[in-house]
């Protein structure tokens, strides 16, 4: 969300993420999820019926382990980015918020080998939203991915600059409608 309500929505999250793993000692990215998610239905009085509250939140979690060089992984609409020797493979996050949704569903766990050099990239969907360009069209999953396969040989410094360059570019002179989150990590 935007403005109050995603700033209170952000508030609760942080709040609960918190109490999730330090208080639960649940580390599992899709069974934080499902606390998260459990946690905000009960929180916000969430149900079925027409007067139920739609406010959800969007994220992901992972986990690494560097005895297994494990990844685990799982999102709730936004995805992660692997690169593995100079080979991108996008990791589809579930269509579910974090919060009260009409359908059944667990949140996926997703396991990735990880090698030295691995890069992955997590992020908001603020960049993917962002509109811009020629035509005054969104961001686009694509247009990020061509990005950072170009570049991501390079330091995660200069990556944050390359990209923080591109999407001004991209921008131009169109108000910046979301907040905006690239991270990424290297093994």
């Known amino acids: 969300g935007h403005g109050v309500p995603g700033a209170l929505m952000s508030i609760m999250g942080i709040t609960l993420l918190n109490e999730t793993i330090l208080h639960d000692h649940i580390i599992q990215p899709d069974k934080i999820l499902e606390s998260l998610r459990s946690k905000i239905i009960l929180s916000m009085g969430q149900k079925k019926g027409n007067g139920y509250v739609?406010?959800?939140?969007?994220?992901?979690?992972?986990?690494?382990?560097?005895?297994?060089?494990?990844l685990l992984y799982s999102g709730a609409f936004n995805p992660l980015i692997h690169i593995h020797t100079d080979e991108i493979?996008?990791?589809?996050?579930d269509r579910i918020p974090?919060?009260?949704?009409?359908?059944?569903g667990n949140f996926t766990l997703h396991e990735i080998d990880i090698e030295k050099n691995d890069t992955i990239y997590?992020?908001?969907?603020?960049?993917?939203?962002?509109?811009?360009?020629?035509?005054?069209k969104r961001f686009m999953i694509k247009h990020l991915k061509e990005i950072l396969l170009s570049y991501h040989n390079l330091s995660m410094i200069r990556q944050k600059e390359i990209l923080y360059e591109e999407l001004n570019r991209w921008k131009g002179d169109s108000v910046q409608t979301d907040d905006i989150l690239v991270m990424g990590i290297r093994f």
């Open 98 to 104: 974090i919060g009260f949704y009409e359908k059944d």
């Open 89 to 93: 493979f996008d990791i589809k996050a």
């Open 54 to 70: 739609k406010d959800g939140i969007v994220g992901s979690a992972i986990c690494f382990d560097p005895q297994s060089n494990k």
């Open 122 to 136: 997590l992020f908001s969907d603020g960049i993917i939203d962002q509109f811009g360009g020629p035509e005054n």
